[in-house]
C-alpha cells in the first residue's frame, strides 16, 4: 500500500504557506490556526525528526490513592456502578467517607481503615 512522505518534505504551516503563496488556497480558506501560528510560531519547529527531550514523569500520588488502592485489593467483587445514576454513591465512595470521617477522630490509619471496612460489610 503506497504511504505519503508529506511530512519530510515540511511542516503542516510551510505547506499552507506555499498553498496560500501558489494560489491554490484563498485566503478565505485558511485555517483558523494559521494566523496564530504565524503571530506566535513555537520556540522549536515541529518536525517529523525533531529528538524530544527527556522528560522524566513524575509519579502522582494522593492520600487516598493508597486507600482506595488497598481497598480494591481486598474486596474485589464489588457491585457494579451506573455513572448515569448520580443519586446513588459507588462503594468505594462511601468507603472513602467513613474512611475520612473515622481518621477526623484521631483514629490510626490501620484503625480507621478496619472500622470502614466493617461499617461498608454492615450496610451491605
Not at 513555537?42 to 488497598?70: F, G, H, N, S
Request: charged share 30%.
Amino acid at each position: 500500500m503506497a504511504q505519503t512522505r508529506v511530512e519530510k518534505i515540511g511542516t503542516i504551516y510551510t505547506r499552507i504557506s506555499s498553498l496560500i503563496r501558489g494560489g491554490a488556497m484563498t485566503e478565505s480558506e485558511k485555517p483558523l490556526w494559521y494566523t496564530i501560528y504565524k503571530t506566535f510560531p513555537p520556540k522549536y519547529e515541529p518536525k517529523y525528526d525533531r529528538v524530544t527531550p527527556y522528560v522524566p514523569i513524575r509519579p502522582i500520588y494522593y492520600k487516598e490513592d493508597i486507600i482506595r488502592a488497598r481497598f480494591h485489593k481486598d474486596c474485589k467483587n464489588l457491585d457494579i456502578m451506573n455513572l448515569k445514576n448520580k443519586k446513588y454513591l459507588s462503594q468505594t465512595k462511601k468507603f472513602l467517607d467513613t474512611y475520612n470521617e473515622l481518621k477526623m477522630l484521631d483514629l490510626p490509619d490501620e484503625a480507621a481503615y478496619e472500622q470502614a471496612l466493617e461499617k461498608l460489610n454492615q450496610q451491605t
